[in-house]
């Protein structure tokens, strides 16, 4: 998942598989009397909030999600660069991304809508639309609510406009270039730098390996404590890439409560439960009809195919290894139907 | 009242989960334990449990020592459940070790000619670079499983249809 740069970076084509022209007209519009909060809007698409809920609108439909849920699902849209594939911040709105551009849509990727001809879809520049985003959960996050944050462990988003979070909206996600750990390279967590291990990580060990390097070797003999280094994540379904060989990213996480999305895969994606357990559901990535459900323990492999939408449940805070392929050749095989749906025939 | 215990599983003690199909053939998934395919696979056996193009994860039951490896690109390792070291040599050619261009880890015959470059002893949970250019070798005093980011090479193991639920 090293793809908040990345994927917002335009390949040298850009699939346009509905044949969208690019829109523009975006719109920030000044507080509410009421609220405090500003109002948003990106080429026919509106967005308002209020206490309690998010509106969205389109020329074919309104729909309404809980303000919780929709800053949560923002805030991975925005630190992920619109991630691989489909986001969708529930069963109806979302947005597509196909490197450099996204569609937003209204009910695209849910089979009623499409069926009643209520979907609307419309298509922009990645870095505009961002732009917008970033605005918006700047704006409707309150002081004491971190959208990272498992639910217990944070404010409140409800209520009228009450300051900010940008501090916590803002993190910049951790890249390793080649391991986390080595010099210059992104540092390992301590309570020195301010990550202190999470209260249901209490039992992970902290101890550090016993690294021997021959003088002249200290930059390539390394080691670190992952374990230790994700019980201290302050964030959760936020994976950051740890190692990197290639375009091979380990990209572990730790996880609690539900994960903001259901991410529509264009590729296929491997999760290695390193602990606890996680529970998917798993929904067809065009219709949302359920597919199957996944149960995920401790040292179990798995591989979500790229043809579906996956949602995961973790109920005490667990690690997950999330395993992606950042090859900058995989979007073009998407574009001309070359990426497979599943990772191994057996 | 709010205790926790993380669940880390091991080589000698794991729960398994699974794939519930709805409208799906579970084996899409390639659902698979890293600790179950550790634990049926002879020691340093690297047998693949993730596999994305040419890119593999490799699931390894530690047990005494390994032979020597080298690769012609970076890789990493995981020591899931146990303590391992691992012990580096720099080497003296690497080009006649491993072709610069082939991609995976290869098994290499002997001692590696070059430069001691240290050790690192690894318990669970802990993350040790296996660097381009190096030889490198495991020493697990007990049964273990290691988890090896990698590339599919001539040392990786593939019995899918043996570790995958069908």
């Known amino acids: 998942m090293a793809m908040s740069e990345s994927a917002l970076a335009g390949s040298e084509q850009i699939s346009n598989p509905r044949n969208l022209p690019i829109t523009a007209g975006f719109a920030v519009n000044p507080a509410d009397n009421v609220t405090g909060y500003k109002s948003f809007q990106a080429g026919s698409f509106k967005f308002k909030r209020d206490e309690y809920f998010v509106y969205v609108t389109s020329p074919t439909a309104s729909h309404t999600m809980p303000a919780d849920a929709f800053l949560r699902a923002l805030m991975r849209d925005v630190a992920w660069g619109f991630f691989y594939g489909t986001v969708n911040f529930d069963q109806v709105f979302g947005t597509t991304n196909f490197y450099g551009e996204v569609d937003m849509f209204m009910g695209a990727m849910n089979e009623a809508y499409t069926e009643a001809h209520r979907d609307f879809v419309e298509r922009f520049k990645a870095d505009q639309l961002m732009e917008i985003f970033k605005q918006m959960i700047s704006d409707w996050t309150n002081e004491g609510y971190d959208p990272f944050a498992a639910p217990m462990e944070t404010g409140v988003p409800w209520g009228i406009k009450n300051g900010d979070n940008d501090g916590a909206v803002g993190r910049q996600r951790v890249t390793a270039r080649r391991m986390v750990g080595l010099p210059g390279d992104t540092p390992v967590r301590s309570d020195a730098n301010g990550y202190t291990v999470n209260r249901m990580f209490l039992d992970v060990p902290q101890d550090k390996p016993e690294v021997h390097a021959e003088p002249g070797f200290e930059h390539e003999v390394s080691a670190f404590n992952l374990f230790g280094y994700l019980s201290r994540s302050d964030v959760t379904w936020n994976p950051s890439v740890c190692s990197v060989v290639k375009d091979s990213l380990f990209c572990p996480t730790s996880e609690e409560y539900i994960l903001p999305v259901e991410h529509g895969n264009d590729r296929c994606e491997w999760f290695i439960q390193l602990t606890d357990e996680i529970t998917w559901n798993v929904k067809d990535g065009l219709t949302g009809r359920p597919r199957a459900v996944i149960n995920m323990k401790a040292g179990d492999c798995c591989c979500m195919p790229a043809d579906i939408r996956h949602q995961g449940f973790s109920a005490k805070r667990s690690m997950l290894l999330v395993w992606e392929n950042g090859s900058p050749k995989i979007p073009e095989l998407i574009r001309n139907g070359q990426a497979p749906s599943v990772a191994v025939q057996f | ?166």
């Open chain 2, 1 to 166: 009242m709010g205790h926790y215990t993380t669940d880390f599983g091991s080589i000698h003690s794991y729960k398994k989960g699974g794939v519930t199909a709805i409208d799906d053939d579970a084996k899409r998934y390639v659902f698979s334990n890293m600790f179950e395919a550790a634990a049926k696979s002879k020691p340093y056996e690297r047998v693949a449990v993730a596999k994305n193009f040419e890119y593999v994860i490799e699931s390894v039951k530690a047990e005494g020592e390994s032979p020597w490896y080298s690769c012609a690109h970076d890789e990493f390792i995981i020591s899931m459940d146990g303590k391992v070291r691992v012990d580096y040599v720099k080497l003296a050619d690497p080009d006649a070790a491993v072709d610069p261009e082939s991609e995976g880890a290869v098994k290499l015959s002997g001692q590696p000619v070059g430069k001691p470059m240290g050790y690192v002893l690894l318990g669970r949970g802990h993350m040790a670079m296996l660097p381009v250019g190096s030889a490198y070798r495991f020493t697990a005093p007990e049964t273990c499983t290691l988890l090896i980011q990698s590339i599919d090479g001539p040392v990786t193991v593939h019995r899918w249809a043996e570790i995958c639920q069908s």
